[in-house]
């Protein structure tokens, strides 16, 4: 049974290609057959976009770890700041990243 340990792992590694790499290698084949404004793709990009929306509400309002001591303030000032970079400098992701981690930073010392 000592010679097994690697089991688990093995085991994890599989499970998570599984339930990622199935879904891309679908998309993959898929890709060429669906119209970007077709009624599906809609749909799947509302349902992408209101899962990021609501993963970002959930660490702004109810955030967990190091980042719950910081004010809700603070932590809503960051988002705005950051969205507001992101459209600002022509709608770059890494802008509006750097800009909300400024912003929360900058007052998580000035505090």
């Known amino acids: 049974m000592a010679e097994l340990w690697w089991w688990p792992?093995?085991?994890?590694?599989?499970?998570?290609?599984?339930?990622?790499?199935?879904?891309?290698?679908?998309?993959?084949?898929?890709s060429g057959r669906l119209r970007e404004d077709s009624e599906l793709m809609v749909f799947i990009r509302s349902?992408?976009?209101?899962l990021v929306a609501g993963v970002i509400s959930k660490l702004v309002l109810f955030p967990a770890g190091a980042l719950e001591s910081a004010p809700v303030v603070l932590r809503l000032a960051a988002a705005v700041s950051g969205f507001a970079a992101f459209l600002l400098f022509g709608q770059r992701v890494i802008v509006g990243v750097l800009a909300a981690e400024v912003v929360l930073i900058g007052g998580w010392l000035f505090l």
């Open 47 to 50: 349902v992408a976009t209101a």
């Open 9 to 30: 792992y093995a085991m994890i590694v599989v499970a998570g290609w599984l339930a990622t790499d199935v879904w891309r290698w679908l998309g993959v084949l898929f």
